[in-house]
C-alpha cells in the first residue's frame, strides 16, 4: 500500500511560478513510476508529468513542456512538480499518483493510488 500526501497548491498571477511538493510512503516507492495529473473543474483528468520508478526518467504533456519540471528523489520519496510561466490554463487541482505496473501508462486509469490533490488557480 502507498500513501500520497500533496502540498504547495495555492493562488499565483499568470506568468508567476509555483512549485508543487509530493510525499510517499509505503514499502519500494523507488519501483514505482510516480507522477503528477490535473483536473480543472468540469473536465477529465489528464496527465502532466511521470518519473519513471528506478530509473527515474521523464515524460510530459505537451501542455507542459517547457514550463514544468518533475524532480523526483529516491532517498526522500519526494517527487515535486515545478511551474514556471504559470498560465490560466493551468489552473486544476493537481494530483499526485503511483503506478506499480511493468509498464509505464498517461492514462490515469493505469495509476493505482492517488493524493487527494492541491489546488492552484492562476488568475489572469
Known amino acids: 500500500q502507498v500513501q500520497l500526501v500533496e502540498s504547495g497548491g495555492g493562488l499565483v498571477q499568470a506568468g508567476g511560478s509555483l512549485t508543487l511538493s509530493c510525499t510517499a510512503s509505503?514499502?519500494?516507492?523507488?519501483?514505482?513510476?510516480l507522477g503528477w495529473f490535473r483536473q480543472a473543474q468540469g473536465k477529465e483528468r489528464e496527465f502532466v508529468a511521470v518519473a519513471k520508478g528506478n530509473t527515474g526518467r521523464t515524460w510530459y504533456a505537451d501542455s507542459v513542456k517547457g514550463r514544468f519540471t518533475i524532480s523526483r528523489d529516491f532517498t526522500k520519496n519526494t517527487v515535486d512538480l515545478q511551474m514556471e510561466n504559470l498560465e490560466s490554463g493551468d489552473t486544476a487541482v493537481y494530483y499526485c499518483a503511483a503506478d506499480g505496473a511493468r509498464s509505464w501508462s498517461i492514462r490515469a486509469e493505469q495509476f493505482d493510488y492517488w493524493g487527494r490533490g492541491t489546488q492552484v488557480t492562476v488568475s489572469s
Open positions: 509505503g514499502h519500494s516507492i523507488s519501483s514505482y513510476h
